[in-house]
């Protein structure tokens, strides 16, 4: 039996990531951070998460990033690549896990 009636549409993969951050890592935003979804190539099956905020220079983000990509790609079996880190990499010369981020 399906839990999605006609009147309710079924979520985007988008929107699935976006509320399983918020619900198994309310910490980041808890302690001034914030993690949002700068791409998402539903075709390869990859998504780019940033961290920021807070999150930019803590000592524990390393973790977070470690925990956001093993969770997400078990959570998600339309995922086949999590790249995650903080700050914008692209723009300001940072992580280069992001210079195939695809903006």
């Known amino acids: ?3 999605t009636s006609p009147e309710t549409p ?12 918020m619900r198994n890592f309310p910490q980041i935003q808890m302690h001034g951070g914030d993690a949002g979804i700068d791409a998402l190539d539903e075709e390869t099956g990859e998504v780019w998460i940033s961290l920021t905020g807070a999150c930019s220079g803590c000592g524990i983000s390393p973790m977070t990033i470690q925990a956001l990509k093993s969770r997400m790609v078990m959570e998600f079996d339309e995922l086949t690549a999590v790249h995650a880190g903080t700050g914008m990499w692209e723009h300001e010369g940072g992580d280069d896990e992001f210079s195939d981020v695809p903006f």
């Open 10 to 21: 079924e979520k985007s993969l988008e929107e699935r990531i976006e509320l399983f951050m």
């Open 1 to 3: 039996m399906s839990t």
